[in-house]
């Protein structure tokens, strides 16, 4: 199936703790993203990347760093978990014209 | 800056009915426009893409259109079934920054 796959679906942490959120996306897409739906269901971009190049960084806390090893793979590791980090993140690729295609989204509870 | 609205908020129609979803942008400087679908605790299904010089694009009873200059589109949805409920967005690809804005969503739920 080609698609935005990301891993994983629920994480649920402790305040404090550092923690990893995996994406991959076999549609050939060059830039890929990550975007945060808060409590409100509202999205809103972080990051964006381009042939492994940061493009965007949307005045996310710098405990939030983004690692793009090849343009199939985008990776989300957030440092020292803080409860209103608490949300759904999504990871999504693009080729412009062709639109976006979004993953199904992983939920991070911090408690 | 960009912004996306999205008029109603929240929506509810008895099935049968035809419905518009109404979605304004502030900069008509875009690429594209996405309208997608989320389900409670799910992903954002892509329903329609309306690139900057088309006026409508149409998927069995979806009909989007798009009129850049107002920086206006709507999503028309006919016959409704209580399956369509969900939650619908518009998404704008401004021209300058690679990224999607999104609107807040209109929550729509179709009573059978």
């Known amino acids: 199936d080609t698609a935005v796959s990301q891993t994983p679906k629920y994480l649920v942490t402790q305040m404090g703790n550092d923690k990893s959120i995996k994406c991959e996306q076999n549609?050939?897409?060059?830039?890929m993203y990550w975007y945060k739906q808060d409590s409100k269901k509202f999205l809103k971009i972080m990051f964006s990347y381009n042939n492994k190049e940061l493009i965007i960084n949307e005045t996310v806390p710098n405990r939030f760093s983004p690692k793009s090893p090849d343009k199939a793979h985008l990776n989300l590791h957030i440092n020292s978990l803080e409860l209103g980090d608490s949300a759904v993140y999504f990871c999504?690729?693009?080729?412009?014209?062709?639109?976006?295609?979004f993953g199904s989204g992983t939920r991070l509870t911090v408690v | 800056k960009q912004e996306v609205t999205q008029i109603p908020a929240a929506l509810s129609v008895p099935e049968g009915e035809n419905l518009v979803l109404n979605c304004s942008f502030t900069d008509s400087a875009i690429y594209n426009l996405q309208w997608f679908r989320q389900d409670p605790g799910k992903g954002l299904t892509s329903l329609l893409l309306i690139q900057s010089s088309q006026r409508e694009q149409t998927s069995g009873r979806l009909n989007a259109s798009l009129d850049k200059s107002s920086g206006r589109s709507t999503l028309y949805i006919a016959a409704s079934q209580p399956g369509d409920s969900a939650t619908y967005l518009c998404?704008?690809?401004?021209?300058?920054?690679?990224?999607?804005?999104f609107g807040a969503g209109t929550i729509l739920r179709v009573k059978s």
């Open positions: 999504a690729s693009s080729r412009t014209v062709h639109g976006y295609t």
């Open positions: 998404a704008v690809n401004a021209e300058y920054g690679n990224k999607l804005v």
């Open positions: 549609l050939g897409h060059d830039t």
